[in-house]
């Protein structure tokens, strides 16, 4: 059974900095692996997608790389602002069969302070 | 705007009550997913249809919960005689695997379910 794990699960970071959030998987054989943001008592935003054959990708401020054969995954947010302030999940999609559900962590909390 | 939509977006019932929710897709989106969210935990994947073919439940899934897309468009959740422990935000999603990113997966914003 695919497990994913988000450290850490909570970060407050002052404005201007650059960080990383770590997500990691326990079962190598994904199709691909999405980051999201969620807003509190909001729906998801995808963020980036990557590829099993990718190892990354990037869009404006964000970087997001997989390392599948060790099972894990990075989102370097860069230059963070107070709106970036919220919960980052990430999600594996399997690659075996019809399955197409996403298994999610359980998030990590930001907080980008002024 | 032509994302995911949900309907409602809050709905408070009490115990032992039924529940339908609602979920319009992205037009031509085939896939159609449905996911739970339970408070400070990541979603859980209910079920997912195909057109309106249902492939995959989750055993998550007990039997008072059901799922259609009778026209693959939109879709349906009811559950039957609600349980505290349903509280939670009920979140869709729809994709289209030949087109864009990879089947990537847009989501709704949700449907928070409070049952007292």
């Known amino acids: 059974k695919q497990e994913v794990t988000q450290i850490p699960a909570a970060l407050s970071v002052p404005e201007g900095e650059n960080l990383v959030l770590n997500c990691s998987f326990t079962?190598?054989?994904?199709?691909?692996l999405q980051w999201f943001r969620q807003d509190p008592g909001k729906g998801l935003t995808s963020l980036l997608l990557?590829?099993?054959?990718?190892r990354e990708q990037t869009s404006g401020r964000l970087n997001a790389s997989l390392d599948k054969s060790s099972g894990r995954s990075t989102l370097y947010i860069a230059a963070s602002q107070p709106g970036d302030s919220a919960t980052y999940l990430c999600a594996v999609r399997p690659r075996n069969g019809t399955a197409s559900k996403l298994t999610f962590g359980t998030g990590t909390r930001l907080q980008v302070t002024l | 705007d032509t994302g995911v939509s949900q309907d409602p977006r809050h709905k408070i019932t009490k115990r032992g009550q039924n529940v339908t929710f609602r979920c319009d897709p992205i037009?031509?989106?085939?896939?159609l997913y449905w996911y739970r969210q339970t408070l400070g935990q990541g979603p859980e994947f209910l079920t997912y249809?195909?057109?309106?073919?249902?492939?995959?439940k989750s055993r998550l899934l007990s039997d008072r919960f059901s799922a259609e897309r009778p026209k693959g468009s939109f879709s349906t959740l009811e559950i039957q005689r609600t349980e505290q422990g349903d509280s939670a935000m009920y979140l869709c999603?729809?994709?289209?695997?030949?087109?864009?990113?990879?089947?990537?997966?847009?989501f709704g914003p949700g449907t928070r379910l409070t049952v007292l």
């Open positions: 249809f195909q057109n309106e073919a249902q492939l995959e």
């Open positions: 037009s031509e989106h085939n896939r």
């Open positions: 990557i590829q099993s054959s990718q």
């Open positions: 999603a729809s994709s289209f695997p030949f087109r864009g990113a990879y089947n990537e997966q847009f």
């Open positions: 079962d190598s054989a994904i199709y691909n």
